[in-house]
């Protein structure tokens, strides 16, 4: 059963282990399987500063999405999130 998770203009979508990210401004999606996924929050102010994009080398993120969100926003990418992090570090379904 997929999951969702709305904020501004933004829509995420956890769909078993596919995260699928829609944007009202245009067309396209961006889609990540969870095995290639990674995440960084840092505080901003009264926020966090979020990236969340496809793994690259030991620490990086390459291409993805960037986002500043409220305290209130993030609690619930936070909950949303965890499903999607549970899954990656859970490994491939059939191994």
Known sequence: MATE?????????LD?????IFHSG????VRYHV????ISATPN????KVRLGR????NDIAGG????????QFAGFR???ADAIAARDNGPLNQ
């Open 55 to 58: 793994a690259y080398g030991e």
């Open 79 to 81: 909950a949303f999130i």
């Open 65 to 72: 999405r960037r986002w500043k969100l409220t305290a209130e």
């Open 5 to 13: 998770f709305a904020f501004d203009d933004q829509i995420l979508v």
């Open 45 to 48: 102010g009264d926020g966090f």
């Open 35 to 38: 095995s290639y996924l990674r």
């Open 16 to 20: 078993g282990r596919v995260l699928e």
């Open 26 to 29: 245009t067309e396209e999606s």
